[in-house]
């Protein structure tokens, strides 16, 4: 009926803003332009995201599951902050998770698929040698959302969607201190190569090599803070 066809169109729209909102706030907090421990409110929210309380208020609980805004009852609500230890147990988790996944999508690639990822290989190694980190950023959110959907796998995806911004707020904030963008452009590279040309096996070696370097990182963060 037409009444039901207005109400899922709203429903639609809703959470078209609801999405939108997400990946605004999402990104404020992974670029540290909301800062780790920073206390917020649903109206500044609604002020930076220029998007109103409903769909603010439904990407708060977005956030919340990723760890991202951590909410208090009657305390109010802050960005979490940036824990060391927390993200090496993510990426004992990204081992093993993303070696499924770069080996289904190395299988299950479409050609106009493996054409994008070429386009995204080419397009990092462009942005570590003009030393464009927020390109960077960008192309590594284009990457991983292309892997998930190439992988087939809703389980696998739904999970790495889960997680993701957590990897790369860590990363934003210690790369220029501790970390190698052109190294890190190159493993994410050549993870993109091999998958756009159908090779599981070397996939699942340069996804562990990207981990491995991931690690790594993480440690060198831990002891420059220590230092």
């Known amino acids: 009926t037409r009444k039901e066809s207005s109400a899922a169109s709203d429903v639609y729209k809703r959470q078209s803003l609801t999405d ?3 990946r605004k706030l999402e990104a404020l907090i992974v670029t540290l332009q909301i800062a780790p421990g920073a206390v ?19 990407a708060i609980q977005r956030l919340a599951q990723q760890r991202l805004v951590s909410i208090l009852p009657r305390r109010g609500m802050f960005v979490t902050d940036i824990n060391v230890e927390t993200q090496l147990h993510l990426l004992e988790f990204r ?12 299988r299950r690639r479409t050609g ?16 570590a040698a003009t030393g464009d980190d927020a390109g960077f950023m960008i192309l590594d959110q284009q990457f991983n959302e292309l892997l998930g959907a190439t992988c087939r796998n809703p389980f696998a995806q739904r999970s790495m969607e889960h997680w993701n911004p957590l990897s790369r707020r860590f990363w934003y904030q210690h790369h220029q201190s501790v ?16 998958i756009a040309a159908g090779e599981p ?8 090599l990207l981990i491995t370097y991931l690690a790594s990182f993480t440690r060198a963060a831990l002891e420059a803070r220590v230092a």
């Open 179 to 194: 970390g190698d963008l052109p190294q890190m452009a190159r493993l994410h590279a050549d993870l993109a190569w091999t």
């Open 20 to 22: 939108q909102a997400y």
């Open 95 to 106: 081992r093993e998770v993303e070696d499924l996944m770069v080996r289904l999508a190395a």
């Open 112 to 127: 106009a698929e493996a054409v994008r990822f070429t386009e995204i290989a080419t397009a990092m190694d462009q942005a």
């Open 40 to 58: 917020i409110s649903e109206g500044e929210l609604c002020t930076r995201s220029g998007f109103g309380r409903t769909p603010v208020r439904e």
């Open 201 to 208: 096996e070397a996939a699942g070696q340069a996804s562990d």
